[in-house]
């Protein structure tokens, strides 16, 4: 079990403003941020045993997230 949050912010905070200029002005950006908030809220449950789910479940939703905070970052880096 993780007690990190994995909140985006928290993961990037060198890119603070940008992200929340990008959440303002990009629907892209805006779709797979929120997203990725979606599946990371998932998977803090699954890792709580609020929201019991199977262990491959668990690790398909963490690939998920890594996943979309890579395609997020890209973003990042390229605004």
Known sequence: MSDSQ????SEFPEYKEKI???KTNNGHFKSLFDKYH?????VMAAEHRTQ???EEEENK?????M????????????S
Not at 61 to 65: L, N
């Open 20 to 22: 929340h200029e990008l």
């Open 6 to 9: 994995h909140d985006l912010v």
């Open 38 to 42: 979606e599946v990371n809220k998932l």
């Open 61 to 65: 939703m963490r690939r998920e997230r």
């Open 67 to 78: 996943s979309l905070k890579d395609e997020l970052y890209k973003i990042l880096q390229s």
């Open 52 to 54: 019991p789910v199977s």
